[in-house]
């Protein structure tokens, strides 16, 4: 079975400044994709970025990038000029390319990062 | 609007008593989940649904039974709440031919008392 694993309980950046969120998984598949949620005190769950496995090319969306090492299994988030706005819980998900029975939709999530943001 | 809904927003319940809780999409997305986020454990997944009438269980069915007669609707019971299933249930669509993530609804807090 799959699993994500986000080792920061908590991170805290200043404003301005740029932070890097960990993000490990352990698959035996080879094809997948990766996600990076983020759910602000609204708790509304909002997509920041994603990874195709099949793609060398780190996924990039504004002041958000990914570092995606494939053969580590690692999928970490780089937020960039941080902003109060980014405070939130963030979460790493993993999601099979194959079908399983109908299981192929499901996301997996690892148990967050709290990113604290000071002004 | 267009997008998924979730009610109610905030419910408190008695131990032993039975709870709905509805789900709503407007996008005929074919995957719909529930998910329930606890301290500690990030989200996990209870029950899933590939299309209307195909249901399956996820991490965590214990307590918990769904249907969907409908595309649209994915409600989820609990048929005797327990104190243990005090959280916070999040529902969420997805069309995988086109998104690859999931769209959520706004949540539900459960309480159980």
């Known amino acids: 079975a799959q699993t994500v694993t986000q080792s920061q309980p908590e991170m805290s950046v200043q404003e301005a400044e740029t932070v890097t969120l960990s993000c490990t998984y352990d698959?035996?598949?080879?094809?997948?994709?990766l996600f990076w949620y983020k759910q602000p005190p609204s708790r509304q769950m909002i997509l920041v970025i994603r990874?195709?496995?099949?793609?060398?090319q780190n996924a990039t969306e504004n002041r958000f990038s990914v570092n995606f090492q494939k053969a580590a299994k690692s999928f970490s988030l780089k937020i960039s000029d941080s902003q109060l706005g980014d405070a939130a819980m963030y979460f790493c998900?993993?999601?099979?390319?194959?079908?399983?029975?109908?299981?192929?939709?499901?996301?997996?999530f690892g148990k967050g990062t709290k990113l604290s943001v000071k002004p | 609007d267009a997008g998924i809904t979730q009610s109610p927003r905030y419910k408190i319940t008695e131990t032993g008593r039975q709870v709905t809780l509805m789900c709503h999409q407007t996008?005929?997305?074919?995957?719909m989940f529930w998910y329930r986020q606890d301290l500690g454990h990030g989200l996990r997944l209870i029950y899933y649904?590939?299309?209307?009438?195909?249901?399956d269980k996820g991490e965590v069915p214990d307590g918990y039974v769904v249907s969907r007669s409908k595309t649209e609707n994915f409600p989820l019971t609990l048929e005797s709440a327990t104190r243990s299933q005090t959280s916070v249930y999040f529902c969420?669509?997805?069309?995988?031919?086109?998104?690859?993530?999931?769209?959520f609804g706004s949540g539900t807090r459960l309480t159980v008392v």
């Open positions: 998900a993993y999601r099979s390319a194959k079908n399983y029975g109908g299981s192929q939709g499901n996301l997996i």
């Open positions: 990874q195709e496995a099949y793609k060398q």
């Open positions: 969420a669509s997805s069309d995988l031919a086109v998104n690859y993530g999931y769209t």
């Open positions: 698959t035996s598949e080879s094809d997948y994709y």
């Open positions: 996008w005929s997305h074919s995957y």
């Open positions: 649904s590939a299309a209307a009438d195909i249901t």
